[in-house]
């Protein structure tokens, strides 16, 4: 079953590449409609977004002439002194983690050392009294700030909680223990502050370390913060009980407050408002089920199966919200009440942008129970992109997933070959192709190797 379906999916790898390098090599980003590139202010001046995010893919997938054009633009041409807005979160994500997991899949010298050049332009955005660092950094000046549409001035959870498994890597390739330092006092300003209901709010003043307000999400705005507490704990060799033990109470407020069923009998994982629940699920909170999976698997043995059960259902909930729209790929955000169950009720949450994350939970169950519908519902979802988001110069992202002829809106998200491709070809590969014993995702899909020497613990003690 799997060689065919393998296969596809390093077809539409190498179109959504080739396209890319025929009309916007050096670009972050393809517009595949019009067959041109897009720059867009996210990155700070940073070129090359798709190139970076693409590297270890191409070579997992044994791209090797592909993976040669991309290193040789990153020795090239990725320049790295630029003046611009950058988003401290998305830099760290796609350009230090991609650079990072090149670097130790081939061993290249220039990925380690571009990794770790940009590593340090980000270290200015931690200089405010707390240490949280803000989400915007001038890569050229150090200048930082906040978002402008963030709460009176506040830093996101997601976004700084989402720096340790990269910044660990920078400590222990540079021996610098400045990149710990500031990771480990982020978990100090969090173990220090009061928790409402045992509860992660989604804005925190860098200023004072105080919430800004109760609003509570496994989606956008607090998602990869819980990733990478249980990651950060494996990719210490199960040293990290710091870490271990927030993902643990961080889960248990999780399951008490938030998760719900439906009438219809799905799980999801509903929004927090001060206390009001919103009962609406993004797309970005379906990489919860491939998380809890994994955590699972380490849980004590009475716990193991219920939180495996729970895996479970989150994730055929996120495969529900597929298979009931006409493309069968799922919105962008989809609620549960006034009898709608798994479906988007606004125009505004019924887009699709190629997004990873349903996939990505496919994956985590695939590997750690074997039931094949897990591949049976990425197969599904393979097809639904070569059906409605293959467009003749590569894969753009649709406005409607509802619509039977959804119209496209022209973008080639590098995610999609960071993560959406990655996940879905390792999927149908054998389990020891990036296995999970070794590896461990950032929350861009980039692999960082599981730490047995120590190293990254020593950065750790220092």
Avoid at 215 to 230: A, P, Q
Avoid at 316 to 322: A, G, W
């Amino acid at each position: 079953m799997a060689a065919p379906m393998e296969d596809l999916c390093w077809t539409m790898m190498k179109f959504a590449w080739d396209n890319y390098k025929q009309y916007a090599l050096g670009k972050n980003e393809l517009r595949p409609l019009t067959k041109n590139g897009h720059i867009g202010n996210m990155f700070g001046g940073l070129r090359g977004a798709t190139v970076v995010d693409a590297l270890d893919t191409l070579y997992v997938m044994e791209l090797h002439e592909e993976f040669q054009e991309a290193k040789d633009w990153v020795e090239e041409s990725f320049d790295l002194n630029v003046n611009g807005e950058a988003s401290l979160f998305e830099v760290n994500i796609r350009y230090v983690g991609g650079l990072l997991a090149a670097y130790y899949l081939t061993g290249e010298e220039v990925f380690k050392s571009k990794a770790l050049e940009l590593g340090e332009k980000l270290l200015p955005a931690f200089n405010t009294p707390t240490g949280i660092p803000r989400g915007v950094i001038n890569l050229g000046s150090g200048m930082s700030w906040s978002w402008g549409w963030a709460s009176a001035g506040s830093s996101i959870l997601a976004e700084f909680g989402s720096l340790h498994l990269e910044f660990l890597h920078l400590s222990a390739l540079s021996g610098n223990p400045v990149y710990t330092d500031k990771v480990m006092n982020i978990r100090k300003v969090l173990n220090r502050i009061e928790k409402p209901q045992g509860l992660y709010p989604n804005f925190l003043s860098p200023v004072t370390g105080n919430w800004v307000q109760h609003h509570v999400s496994i989606g956008g705005l607090g998602d990869s913060f819980y990733e990478y507490l249980i990651k950060s704990w494996l990719m210490s060799d199960k040293k990290d009980a710091e870490a271990k033990l927030m993902y643990d109470n961080a889960l248990e407020a999780i399951e008490k407050h938030l998760v719900k069923k439906s009438a219809g009998g799905l799980t999801y994982i509903a929004e927090w408002r001060g206390g009001i629940l919103d009962h609406k699920m993004g797309h970005l909170a379906c990489f919860s089920g491939g998380m809890i999976a994994l955590g699972a698997e380490h849980a004590a043995e009475e716990q193991k199966h219920h939180y495996m059960e729970l895996a479970a259902e989150i994730t055929n909930t996120c495969h529900e919200s597929y298979a009931r729209s006409e493309t069968k790929l799922g919105p962008e955000a989809f609620r549960f009440d006034s009898g709608i169950e798994a479906t988007a009720t606004r125009l505004s949450d019924r887009y699709y942008i190629l997004r990873p994350e349903v996939v990505e939970s496919y994956l985590y169950l695939w590997r750690l129970t074997h039931d094949p519908k897990y591949r049976q519902w990425g197969w599904e979802a393979v097809q639904a992109l070569e059906k409605n988001c293959r467009v003749e110069g590569g894969f753009s992202g649709i406005r409607d997933v509802y619509s039977i002829n959804p119209s496209h809106d022209n973008m080639q998200q590098s995610f999609f070959l960071a993560e959406t491709l990655k996940y879905l070809y390792l999927l149908f590969c054998e389990d020891d192709v990036l296995s999970l014993e070794d590896w461990v995702f950032n929350t861009e899909a980039h692999p960082l190797p599981v730490n047995r020497t120590g190293s990254l613990l020593k950065a750790n003690m220092q």
